[in-house]
Nanobody
Framework: QVQLVESGGGSVQAGGSLTLFCTAS????????MGWFRQAPGKEREGVAG????????SYADSVKGRFTISRDNAKNTLFLQMNSLKPEDTAMYYCAASSSPRYPLQPYEYNYWGQGTQVTVSS
């Protein structure tokens, strides 16, 4: 059974940092591109960061470039999102997802498996 479980969310003041974690099981993690997405109330789900199966290639939404870093540990089936210089507009539910595409995309429809999400709230 495929499982993606996110953790690390919470409340932080603007300018602060958080690290999100996603642990994967039930599929061959090292063969999948991974991504982080977010969805704020009343808004569509948007891609935040994508990462190739080997972890060497990344893609980022313009809104988070230079502030967020995606990485993975294939030995531990874990995905990370380091978020620095957080802004109130980063407030959303954050999801990790796995894609069989090797292109580490940022489009939700490219992803096969999803976690349940972890809430990030940034106050001004």
């Amino acid at each position: 059974q495929v499982q993606l479980v996110e953790s690390g969310g919470g409340s932080v003041q603007a300018g602060g940092s958080l690290t999100l974690f996603c642990t994967a099981s039930g599929f061959t993690y090292s063969l999948y591109s991974m991504g982080w997405f977010r969805q704020a109330p009343g808004k569509e789900r948007e891609g935040v960061a994508g990462l190739s199966p080997g972890g060497s290639r990344t893609s980022y939404a313009d809104s988070v470039k230079g502030r967020f870093t995606i990485s993975r540990d294939n030995a531990k089936n874990t995905l990370f999102l380091q978020m620095n210089s957080l802004k109130p507009e980063d407030t959303a539910m954050y999801y990790c997802a796995a894609s069989s595409s090797p292109r580490y995309p940022l489009q939700p429809y490219e992803y096969n498996y999803w976690g349940q999400g972890t809430q990030v709230t940034v106050s001004s």
